[in-house]
Structure formats: structure tokens, C-alpha cells
């Protein structure tokens, strides 16, 4: 036989061990996973490297220690002459780190999966952006176009404004940062819930938004509301679907008319919480806030503001007097002052958890760490139905003209400085 030896081993004497190695590894090690495409271990068209192997499938990569044979295609009985790697697809191997890094890469290299369908008329397949590092360093690059790989209800947003979040800079992991995003559709993957190219949308992406294209899941799109500007739009999405999940959390829409307390009211989240409290119910809201931005708390729909730095909110409020407490803080004991004033049936929602949460339990009320925001279509959609009411506004207290990376770190040092009022607004040029 043609394989009766493989480098020099009787293939005999090589396969002496396999069914014991297959055994043991048949019940440790997962099986091939054939919904990967270089893993389909029934066509001898693919090149089974070690490495591929490995990552496929642990037993097969046993087989082949064992045997050093060409396992695949000695199983299958075909030619062992091996054709030449395929190209690859960007989501199969770039799974961690910097995935616009790692596609660059299989990009200069040849190998990285073409569009499946012909890029929008006029977009370039590789384009500049900012790519966040491990260590948390933002620097301008040239990046590829995120592919449509079919199947995946995606669509390419080519971004026309976004904003700074405090998330973008403290919990976004490597790759592109920015969340919001506000543009056109240039493209779409499969129906795509009804969106098509040329929509005007809007919505929080988690992250790839400071390009000049972001691939977005459909699941995550709105068409914008046209009564308000872009970069309006671009401000939005972040922290109003968060105050929005959170007011959710605490039982909105109310028909009792409850109080509720915003604590941190001037605040790109607190100044949407305000105004979407009072469009779903809320009888009385208070917000907390410095001296200088009490008249623009009141001016987003407060009925109430508390100056903290001359009193302490839960000694200014009366025990049993608030409903809901929305804390976009995130001070020590937080949750402990909450519980004390909160009426029976009462909520406390912290944005950021840890130790603003209560250490003691009480009856009679609750609370909740909010992880995550509902960031789907129809949260957008409520948001969107605010705006055109006249019921929700955003306040851009700073607007950055994004030529290059020297923008992207004067908005995030603006951000981080702790007393931004309402947004930072990002107009792309990039």
C-alpha cells in the first residue's frame, strides 16, 4: 500500500496505539466542530496543518501524534499531495485580542475571506480608524472594512458621528473602540429585520464605531429620528438606552406615579434618565447635582434638586419618601443610604455596582446592579419615539472634529476629567 509507511515508521506499528489514544480522548476532548469551515474533516480539500487539528478537534490532533500520518487524507485514501491553504475567515480565526489587527494581517498576507457580495460602489476595502491596545493605548491605524460574511443579519454603517461614553475608555476591550454611531447604511447582510441601504440610523454598536464603516448586527439598529441633527443622534443611543434598561429595572412605565430619585442628574446618562422618567410616569422626580448645573437639571424636567455638595441626599429626603433610586455614581454605602429612604415595594438601580451596593437586606424593597443595557431595535424605537414627541433632548456640552488620533484623546481626557455635562460629540472625518 502507498501509505503502508510515513517517514520512515510502518504504518502499522504507527496506529498500534490510536485506540487507546482515541478512547481516552473520545471521553475528555470535544469533537470536530464542522461549522467551521476549515474543520470539515470529510472534504480532503482542506489542509489539516497540526495546528488546524488542534483546533478542530483534540482527538484528531492525538491521531495524528501518534500515528505521524497524514491523517486526514490517509483516512479518506486519497492523494497525499496537499493543495494550498484557502483563505480564511476574519471571524473564524481572529477570535481574541485585536481582531482589526489580526485581520490586517491575514489582509497584507493574502489571506483573509473576501466580501461575499461586491463592497458598496465607492468604499475602499481597507480604511483608517483607532485601534485600542491591550494596555488600554488608542492610536490611529488603517484598518480593513469589516466583512459581511453572510448569514449573520449584519449590515456596514458608514459613520458619520459618534460620542464619548466613560465606558469607551474604562471597560472597552481591545480593537476599535466607540459605541455610538450615527450614519448611513452601505450595506446589508439577508433581510436585515426590513433595513435597508441608504437608511438613516442610529444606535450603540458595544464597539468598532470610531471608523469610518462599523458592522453592526441588525438586531442593533434603529433608523434615527430626522428631527434632531447627527451628531444629536450620535449621542444618544449609550446613555439613554442605559437609563432607559434601568428605569425598565425599576418598573417603568408606572401608572402610580411614583418618585424617583437620579442620583449624578447632569450626566450623560442622569440627564436622559430625568426626562424619560417623567415621559413614562414618574409624578416627581429629584435629581442630585454640584451647584453650578442645578439650573440645567431643572431645566431637563426635575422637580427637585439636591445641591450635593452642600447636603446629603438621603438626609434631605424624608424615609419612606422615594420609589426608585437610579445611581449613576456609584459611591461606598450608596445602596445602604437607598434602603433606608425607599417606601415599601421600593427599587434601587446602580449603574456601576460593587460597592455602592446595599450589604444588608431589608424587606420590603429591592435592588439590582444593571449589567448591561437593552441596546435592540425596539429600545432604540422608544427612544426614537421620545425625541420626536419633544420628550427626550440631549445636551453636547463639547462637539470634536475627528481628523486623527490628537481628537479621539482630547474627548477622552475631556471625558475623564468627571464633570461633563450631558455629551461629548464626535463628528467622523476620518
Known amino acids: 500500500s502507498r501509505f503502508s509507511t510515513r517517514h520512515g515508521r510502518p504504518l502499522h506499528a504507527s496506529l498500534s496505539t490510536a485506540p487507546f489514544l482515541i478512547v481516552i480522548a473520545y471521553k475528555l476532548l470535544p469533537p470536530f466542530h ?10 480532503p480539500s482542506v489542509s489539516m496543518t497540526p495546528a488546524l487539528l488542534l483546533r478542530c478537534s483534540p482527538v484528531a490532533s492525538l491521531i495524528l501524534a501518534a500515528s505521524s500520518c497524514d491523517w486526514a487524507f490517509a483516512a479518506t485514501g486519497e492523494s497525499t499531495t496537499r493543495p494550498s491553504p484557502e483563505v480564511v475567515n476574519q471571524d473564524d480565526v481572529c477570535r481574541d485580542g485585536d481582531k482589526q ?9 493574502g489571506q483573509m475571506k473576501p466580501h461575499k457580495s461586491p463592497l458598496p460602489e465607492g468604499m475602499a ?3 483608517k480608524g483607532f485601534s485600542r491596545s491591550k494596555g488600554g493605548q488608542i492610536s490611529e491605524k488603517t484598518i480593513p472594512v ?24 474604562k471597560f472597552t476591550p481591545s480593537g476599535t473602540p466607540g459605541m455610538d454611531f450615527a450614519g448611513t447604511l452601505a450595506a446589508v447582510d439577508g433581510p436585515c429585520h426590513g433595513f435597508k441601504e441608504g437608511d438613516q440610523v442610529w444606535g450603540d454598536s458595544s464597539s468598532g464605531a470610531w471608523a469610518s464603516v462599523d458592522m453592526v448586527s441588525c438586531d442593533y439598529i434603529g433608523l434615527r429620528p430626522m428631527g434632531i441633527s447627527v451628531l444629536e443622534a450620535a449621542a444618544i443611543p449609550h446613555a439613554g438606552l442605559t437609563a432607559q434598561s434601568a428605569l425598565e429595572a425599576a418598573g417603568m412605565p408606572w401608572l402610580l406615579k411614583p418618585t424617583v430619585l437620579i442620583l449624578g442628574g447632569s450626566g450623560g ?8 422618567a417623567k415621559a413614562h410616569g414618574a409624578g416627581k422626580v429629584i435629581a442630585t447635582c454640584s451647584t453650578a448645573n442645578i439650573d440645567f437639571v431643572k431645566s431637563m424636567g426635575a422637580d427637585e434638586v439636591i445641591d450635593h455638595t452642600v447636603s446629603k441626599w438621603w438626609q434631605e429626603t424624608a424615609p419612606g419618601s422615594v420609589d426608585v433610586i437610579i445611581d449613576n455614581v ?12 425607599l417606601s415599601h415595594g421600593g427599587k434601587f438601580v446602580s449603574l456601576l455596582g460593587g460597592a455602592a451596593m446595599a450589604t444588608a437586606p431589608t424587606a420590603g424593597v429591592s435592588q439590582k446592579w444593571l449589567h448591561s443595557a437593552d441596546r435592540s431595535t425596539r429600545a432604540l424605537n422608544m427612544l426614537k419615539d421620545l425625541v420626536d414627541a419633544g420628550q427626550l433632548k440631549v445636551h453636547i456640552s463639547k462637539t470634536y472634529q475627528v481628523e486623527g488620533v490628537g481628537e479621539i484623546l482630547a474627548a477622552i481626557d475631556e471625558s475623564k476629567g468627571g464633570h461633563t455635562v450631558g455629551k461629548i460629540a464626535l463628528q467622523m472625518s476620518v
Open 125 to 127: 476595502p481597507s480604511m
Open 34 to 43: 464542522p461549522s467551521v469551515p476549515q474543520c470539515n474533516h470529510r472534504s
Open 146 to 169: 469589516p466583512m459581511l460574511t453572510g448569514g449573520k443579519s449584519e449590515a456596514l454603517v458608514r459613520v458619520e458621528a459618534s460620542s464619548v461614553n466613560p465606558a469607551d475608555w
Open 330 to 341: 456609584g459611591q461606598k454605602g450608596t445602596g445602604d443610604h437607598a434602603f433606608k429612604i
Open 101 to 109: 489587527e489580526c485581520a490586517l494581517g491575514l489582509l497584507q498576507q
Open 269 to 276: 446618562v442622569g440627564h436622559m434618565a430625568i426626562q424619560i
